[in-house]
């Protein structure tokens, strides 16, 4: 076998592998669409019907009969609000470790992530209440932290150390303090490190249903918790659910579609040294 034909050989089983591997996730975001536009009487229908006249009775019943703007905004505002609290403290947190060999603050920042979310609610709820902050969006964005810091100065710290060291001697030199350099230069040399960190923590946040379920409440209830409306002791209304599901899903496949570019580019230049 030539050198070209087992480069064709190994190409053509990477993209079949890479099918056979894909096919489960697409098939999961088909069931959920299909039932979503399944009228209510043959959600449940077995065998399962796959040839029927769609309707949005669903998608009417999660629009209509639920505050779904109202949640769309909480989980608005508590993503985004954890993302950038996350950049903020993360960031600095990232170049430090990175810069000064801060292996402590590593390991730290390694056992929060490794620990279970669940692990953290009772003493975030007994802090809260105290102080009054269940059901505010300022818990949310606090205990959502858990999940965006660390991944934030994860995914940085292998940026920082690959910045050219003379780069930043020589702004030290000019009178910059290392808070100068990092926004001045480390910031804006690591730019899709960052979008890639930013990215990834918005789908976390909004993705989580824990916190919200516990710390939140009818002010502050996000799309993933409002899912859980449509699930009762009688039963399990699925094409409500499979409707509120597509809805919670759509914004972040459109936001990973538009910006795909920065995100494969600044995980994947984040994992090269040199």
């Not at 077995?46 to 989980?75: K, R």
């Not at 490190?193 to 946040?205: E, P, Y």
């Not at 795909?260 to 230049?269: A, E, F, I, K, M």
Request: glycine residues 6%; aromatic residues 12%; charged residues 10%.
């Amino acid at each position: 076998m030539t050198g070209r034909t087992r480069r064709r050989v190994k190409r053509a089983a990477f993209y079949v592998t890479l099918v056979l591997v894909s096919i489960p996730v697409f098939f999961i975001f088909y069931w959920m669409v299909l039932t979503s536009l399944k009228p209510r009487t043959i959600v449940t229908a077995y065998p399962p019907a796959f040839l029927f006249s769609p309707s949005l009775e669903n998608y009417h019943q999660v629009l209509g009969g639920t505050p779904f703007v109202a949640y769309l905004v909480n989980s608005l505002i508590v993503g985004v609000g954890a993302t950038f609290v996350g950049l903020a403290l993360g960031l600095p947190a990232a170049y430090s470790i990175a810069k000064f060999r801060q292996l402590q603050l590593a390991v730290v920042v390694l056992i929060s992530r490794m620990a279970p979310g669940i692990g953290y609610l009772i003493p975030w709820f007994m802090l809260f209440s105290q102080v009054r902050l269940v059901d505010t969006h300022l818990a949310l964005i606090l205990t959502h932290l858990i999940l965006t810091l660390p991944l934030t100065i994860w995914i940085m710290v292998p940026f920082f150390e690959d910045l050219p060291r003379d780069m930043e001697e020589a702004a030290l030199i000019d009178g910059c303090s290392w808070y100068g350099v990092l926004w001045r230069i480390a910031l804006p040399l690591t730019k899709p490190g960052t979008v890639a960190a930013a990215i990834l923590s918005f789908i976390f946040s909004w993705n989580n249903f824990l916190f919200a379920l516990i710390l939140g409440g009818d002010k502050t209830r996000t799309l993933p918790v409002a899912v859980f409306q449509f699930m009762t002791f009688e039963e399990v209304n699925w094409g409500a659910v499979a409707a509120a599901a597509t809805l919670i899903c759509l914004p972040v496949i459109l936001l990973a579609l538009v910006i795909q570019r920065h995100l494969v580019s600044g995980l994947t230049l984040g994992g090269v040294k040199g």
